[in-house]
């Protein structure tokens, strides 16, 4: 019965100690979706920015408008990925 208690004991303890490791894990991928939607918030941002300076810039013709937002496009894209 001693030896049953002493493996059940070890049992428990790797068991705690894996529970502790997979919260650390959930953690980091919560904070790394954070992370993720901020960057997602800021591209939307960006892209609402480009779409209103295409719609106000239609007046001048629309192509210094539409090279501005591709670039600032570029921008965004690039900041993502980093």
Known sequence: MEPEIAGLRDQATALAAE???LL???GER???VEGLRADLEEVRHS???QLEALMGGQG???LGA???AVAAAA???AAVAR
Do not use: I, L, T
């Open 30 to 32: 919560d904070e790394e």
């Open 24 to 26: 650390q894990m959930v």
């Open 75 to 77: 921008e965004a894209s």
């Open 66 to 68: 539409v090279s501005g």
């Open 19 to 21: 529970r502790e490791v």
């Open 47 to 49: 892209y609402r920015a």
């Open 60 to 62: 001048d013709g629309g």
